[in-house]
């Protein structure tokens, strides 16, 4: 596969457009003679792939995800990466279901495993579960940022941010101690050694939680946990608060992410906000199995059948008068931010709701200033510094702005998300203790029952690849540039001295480069880019995260419009598409109208950065001129308005995907490869007007897609190659 460009399968609504784009694209490279092949990583795929002892042969599947972790390493390694599900355990075990229901004879997940052989499939599903995906593939960071076409494009084309001023009550509340933030210890170790873990009760007893975690030289490692008690605390003053101003309330956290912590951090803000529910009904909600966790939706779900639903429903009513109102996911379907765990993405929700003036839904479908409750300090600070900087400054205008790109430590599972193997609940009072292969204490913390311990890792070569990269970026550009690094906490701490030493190195006199703690860089990086100029932002895994979302948000509408290039440590390259946060509801309508509403431009420009890559690594004229034909098809796609739009009867993911194909035709019709382009150039514009018929013609009626988490691939090829006239054209070529 080292010779081939590896274009994944995934989920949701960029795996449904694979089947109408993946064909285009594998024609044209094809007529040229370079490979491509389609490799599924859908969450289906994974959890097949992991028990294939329990299915046929012919249902059996390899391990996809295992063998390109595997080619990441290798020099000339490149794979476009489609956004794919973070499960949840609530989508795993749906998942699940609709496997089994097609005859996937699958265990179940086993919550609570009883034997050997219950732990060892949850341990296999565990692997599933959250961020599965992207720590395997990630072998490299993160250089994200906005193409010139399409910066252009959305400055002559502004959508709108909503307004902001002195008067916009919109607040951010987080906790003053026992966070993550406040609790965080960090080491450089100067030498390698193995770390155990160990949790020890108040009478003495020793349980090993981690044993044998190597560590190599000049590693940095962090420990830290949550307080739930001080957790406890800031819950009930965020709803006196809200109550108190009038806001909706909201939580943020990342429980697709953060599988371990953020779940259980959501179920707190649940049995707190629903106290008198827990605390009434406490038997026959055990009895039932709810887990506070798993958000209202499980809880409605399974009292469905007890003889006191309508009492438990009354006392939600009682509840509801008297607690602020709770923001919504959606308003129509009466799902509240807190009904499911996997549908508080930070990263999306904090962008829209600060898009939208600060606002949030209400049950009744209004947009109403909200209080956005973000417990750990470590990123909520993030939120308000940029929510005070708008109200002080008014909103960013995308016609005007300059452009924020990122330079993201993500490499070797960095930081916070590589921690869900070093994340516990502790289940008793008593200390953490972590030592090292001589037994010397390097990390010791008193904790209480349920609070939520974790530790991370950042290995010196990929923090030194990451320094490198920003500085060759702000070589390359000219740009400011921005470490956010925040003196107050000790990982960041560490990081700042290792980039200090770093920048020595360089010849860097003529660059504009500070460091900042993330409050303050907030407010530097507005004002640049309020005075129409560039910045790069260099930050760690999770702000890489946010970041990316916020900024793009602002900017150009949404976070699929960026370019997305993982340079692998090895010398190979991922190129990802964009954000996935929407893919579930474009499903969705999908179903309902057969209008396909996802964005493929994220692919688009994935598909032309591969092509330029692998032009470089195998000396290839033929990509190379793909690529530059294909980022200036990409540029008439944008400039004709070409991209899908929102309404059943106007053009789709489809219709782009053929007006892509047609402008790419015409500009290699032109190249030095014209010979073998010309014909298909001449037959899509002769048939523009019968293609763009066929694939409006199937709109505005409900279809089928055999499955959500697994489809029947026939039945969504008929649906998006409805177009027999172009399945015909591209085929043929």
């Known amino acids: 596969m080292e010779n081939k460009i590896i274009y994944t399968y995934t989920d949701e609504a960029p795996a449904i457009a694979t089947h109408s784009l993946y064909p285009i694209i594998k024609s044209f490279l094809n007529n040229v003679d370079i490979d491509i092949d389609l490799v599924d990583i859908s969450l289906a795929a994974r959890v097949l792939s992991s028990f294939p002892e329990y299915l046929t042969k012919e249902q059996q599947k390899e391990d996809s995800l ?154 940095v490692v962090d420990a830290t946990f949550m307080s739930v008690k001080e957790l406890d605390k800031t819950i009930k003053k965020s709803i006196e608060y809200a109550k108190d101003k009038e806001l909706l309330y909201s939580v943020h956290l990342k429980a697709t ?94 962008p829209a709701m600060i898009k939208n003036s600060g606002k949030m839904w209400d049950k009744d479908g209004n947009l109403v200033e909200t209080l956005a409750v973000i417990p750990d300090r470590s990123y909520a600070l993030v939120y308000k510094s940029m929510i005070e900087d708008l109200k002080e400054n008014g ?8 452009s924020v790109s990122n330079i993201g430590l993500m490499a070797k599972k960095a930081e916070e998300y590589g921690s869900h193997d070093k994340t516990f609940i502790m289940p008793n009072d008593g200390e953490i203790v972590v030592g090292d292969s001589d037994e010397n204490i390097v990390f010791k913390f008193s904790v209480e029952k349920g609070d939520i311990y974790r530790m991370t890792q950042a290995k010196d070569e990929a923090i ?62 507005n004002k640049t880019i309020r005075d129409g100029k560039n910045c790069i932002s260099v930050t760690g895994n999770v702000l890489r995260d946010y970041l990316t979302d916020l900024y793009p948000i602002i900017e150009l509408g949404t976070s699929a419009k960026m370019l997305s290039i993982v340079p692998f440590l090895n010398g190979g390259a991922m190129f990802e598409t964009g954000a996935g946060g929407s893919a579930p509801k474009h499903v969705l309508q999908l179903i309902e109208e057969n209008h396909l509403r996802w964005d493929s431009l994220g692919e688009f420009m994935a598909i032309a950065q591969s092509l330029e890559f692998f032009g470089k690594t195998h000396n290839n004229e033929n990509a190379n001129i793909l690529a530059n034909a294909l980022d200036i098809a990409i540029s008439k796609l944008l400039k004709n308005g070409k991209s899908p739009k929102r309404k059943v009867g106007e053009i789709d993911n489809r219709n ?21 382009f010309s014909k298909l150039a001449k037959n899509l514009e002769d048939n523009k007007e019968k293609i763009n018929i066929e694939l409006l013609k199937t709109q505005g009626k409900k279809v089928d897609l055999g499955g959500y988490y697994l489809f029947d691939k026939k039945k969504v090829d008929e649906i998006m190659r409805c177009s027999k006239t172009l399945n015909n054209i591209i085929d043929e070529m």
Request: aromatic share 10%; net charge positive.
């Open 257 to 350: 992410m953060m599988k371990i912590s953020d779940p259980v951090i959501f179920g707190h803000f649940v049995k707190i906000f629903f106290n008198e529910i827990f605390d009434e009904f406490k038997d026959e909600l055990k009895s039932a199995g709810v887990s506070e966790n798993n958000g209202l939706k499980d809880l409605f779900e399974k009292i469905e059948n007890l003889d006191i639903k309508e009492k438990i429903y009354a006392k939600f009513d009682e509840i509801y008068k008297k607690r602020p109102k709770l923001s919504m996911v959606d308003s129509d379907r009466g799902i509240t931010n807190l009904h499911v765990p996997s549908d508080v993405i930070i990263d999306a929700s904090m």
């Open 66 to 219: 295992n063998i390109l972790g595997k080619l990441t390493l290798e020099p000339k390694t490149n794979i476009i990466k489609l956004p794919n599900i973070s499960a949840s355990l609530s989508q795993l075990q749906a998942c699940i279901k609709e496997l089994q229901d097609k005859g996937y004879n699958i265990p179940n997940y086993p919550s609570s495993p009883k034997n050997e052989m219950e732990k060892d499939i949850q341990k296999r599903y565990s692997k599933v579960l959250g961020s599965a995906v992207n720590p395997v593939l990630r072998e490299g960071n993160s250089d994200r940022r906005s193409s010139k076409a399409v910066k252009e494009y959305a400055k002559a084309n502004p959508h709108k941010n909503g307004k902001w001023n002195k008067n916009v009550k919109t607040d951010v509340f987080y906790m003053d101690s026992g966070d993550f933030y406040a609790n965080e210890k960090s080491k450089i170790f100067t030498n390698p050694t193995n770390l155990t873990i160990k949790f020890k009760d108040k009478d003495g007893n020793i349980k090993i939680l981690k044993d044998d975690l190597k560590i190599l030289k000049d590693e």
């Open 464 to 525: 030194k690849n990451w320094i490198n990269l920003a500085i060759s970026r702000a070589k390359e550009t000219g740009y400011k540039t921005i470490f956010w690094l925040d003196n107050k906490r000790e990982h960041d701490k560490n990081i700042k001295k290792i980039v200090l030493k770093e920048l020595k190195k360089y010849d860097i006199s003529n660059l504009d480069i500070e460091i900042l703690n993330p409050y303050d860089a907030i407010k530097v990086t």
């Open 395 to 402: 909103e960013l205008n995308p016609s005007i702005i300059g």
């Open 656 to 676: 782009s995907h053929f007006y892509l194909a047609l402008y790419f035709a015409k500009e290699l019709e032109n190249s030095k490869l014209g010979s073998k």
